[in-house]
């Protein structure tokens, strides 16, 4: 973070401060991450006031307050604004326009968090990174990365989600992005926004923060161009799709997966490169076209990009394939789950090897239409390569219902150990467990990893 005194903060929190001027180097929201002589944020949330923690804040080394409540505390410095929450966006757009790094924001209903770590990955081989940590893209999480911000980094890229209108509108204008990516727009968060219109509209929320003479990239896969248009006149833009369409800067041929992950050759404004992926599945192509049209906007060479998208980490929980032995194979896709990302994962999953399992748990936020959604997953697997399914949720059982080989169970133990028994019983096996974060799908993952290491000491 960049230095900063009390009294310039309360300056840019229209605040009042109380007690001696300090310089303050880091910023606090949790108190389980005081350190000393930094600066506690006291927010105020629907389900907790962070106003209790003050004492233990204090305790625990903390040099001063932000409150939006008189505190009775003599011995430590404390700036009284308005709305804590809002103070805190204030400070992280002070710094956002201290700092000389580009920003780049990216949205949309899935792959987000993927696109950023390619893009982070690739950037870092160009100058000093910074990127959103694990999914903390809400409107408290997009501050707190933007307060990480020094003179020294060269480029933040920043996820931005929501699940109601205005949260994205209001995270892009804290960031003032220079580049901007939407995605895609699926099914998703329909309980806030109650339509894929809904979703589109609020999704577009980020070009209300872009700076002037600013990058857009847009997916030519998604189809709500046309409600954008008059958002990106007179911006740069880039446009990629998986195949050559008439307007893509760019596209893929050459298409390869495996078990390992995803080959392909890229063509973009400068020619074609050769990539390869450490990840599973078509739409891992679509965010690598889109990690690179942002990294291209930068002026990175082609050669930097395809080493950043090689050396991009996989992440847990995320189409993460761990391979027991050479025949068994269990995919961890336990992070979340909406339409498109579960369709996905039958088309990763009916190109395993062996005998192919479904596991999944319900797809949550999916508003007043949730059954239809579910009937519509059971149908697309109907069509797939899959063997079995195996569910568990109050709404999923609509998956396994429709599925030819389906069967829907009503609590985890009897779910687990009927799997147990088949993953045991197969020779050659490929199972795929996914389902939205309520779920807690990755139990049955973990599960399924004990039951095969204590099955191979046994036999070993």
């Not at 880091?26 to 105020?44: E, G, H, N, S, Y």
């Not at 220079?178 to 309980?191: F, V």
């Not at 391979?323 to 995919?331: A, E, S, V």
Request: with cysteine; charged share 20%; net charge positive.
């Amino acid at each position: 973070m960049i230095s900063l005194s009390l009294k310039k903060i309360a300056i840019m929190t229209n605040g009042k401060l109380y007690g001696i001027d300090l310089f303050i180097d880091t910023i606090v929201i949790d108190t389980k991450k005081i350190v000393p002589d930094c600066l506690f944020i006291a927010l105020i949330g629907k389900r907790f006031d962070a106003h209790i923690f003050i004492k233990d804040a204090i305790k625990k080394g903390c040099a001063a307050i932000i409150t939006q409540k008189n505190i009775k505390f003599s011995n430590i410095s404390y700036i009284l604004v308005e709305n804590t929450f809002i103070a805190l966006g204030q400070i992280a757009s002070c710094i956002r326009k201290i700092t000389n790094a580009k920003i780049l924001a990216i949205t949309g209903s899935c792959g987000k968090t993927s696109v950023k770590e390619m893009t982070a990955s690739i950037l870092s081989k160009n100058g000093n990174t910074i990127s959103t940590i694990d999914n903390l893209n809400n409107n408290i999480g997009v501050p707190m990365t933007l307060l990480r911000l020094t003179k020294q980094h060269h480029y933040a890229v920043i996820e931005l989600g929501a699940n109601q209108p205005g949260e994205i509108a209001y995270s892009s204008n804290i960031c003032k992005p220079e580049i901007i990516l939407i995605n895609n727009i699926y099914h998703a968060h329909l309980k806030g926004f109650k339509s894929l219109l809904g979703v589109s509209k609020a999704k577009s929320e980020i070009f209300s923060g872009i700076k002037p003479n600013g990058t857009v990239i847009i997916n030519l896969d998604s189809h709500h161009l046309s409600q954008w248009e008059k958002n990106i006149q007179n911006k740069n833009i880039l446009y990629f799709s998986i195949k050559k369409k008439k307007n893509s800067n760019f596209f893929s041929s050459n298409i390869h997966t495996n078990i390992h992950g995803t080959s392909f050759t890229m063509h973009t404004p400068l020619g074609k490169i050769n990539i390869s992926l450490p990840f599973l599945g078509y739409q891992s192509i679509s965010n690598a076209l889109a990690a690179s049209a942002l990294s291209f906007s930068l002026h990175i060479s082609l050669e930097k990009i395809k080493i950043g998208l090689l050396k991009t980490p996989i992440l847990s929980g995320r189409l993460e394939l761990i391979q027991l032995d050479k025949y068994k194979i269990l995919i961890n896709d336990t992070y979340n789950a909406n339409v498109s990302s579960m369709i996905a994962a039958i088309k990763v999953l009916e190109k395993m090897p062996g005998y192919k399992i479904l596991v999944t748990g319900d797809m949550a936020e999916l508003g007043d239409k949730s059954v239809l959604y579910h009937k519509m997953i059971g149908n697309t697997a109907n069509l797939s390569k899959i063997d079995e399914i195996f569910s568990i949720g109050s709404v999923s059982y609509e998956i396994t219902k429709l599925f030819n080989n389906g069967t829907h169970f009503l609590d985890r133990k009897t779910l687990i150990n009927h799997l147990k028994e088949i993953f045991l019983e197969k020779n050659k096996i490929s199972i795929l467990v996914k389902g939205s974060r309520n779920t807690k799908m990755e139990k049955i993952v973990e599960f399924l990893i004990k039951e095969y290491q204590k099955n191979a000491d046994i036999t070993s």
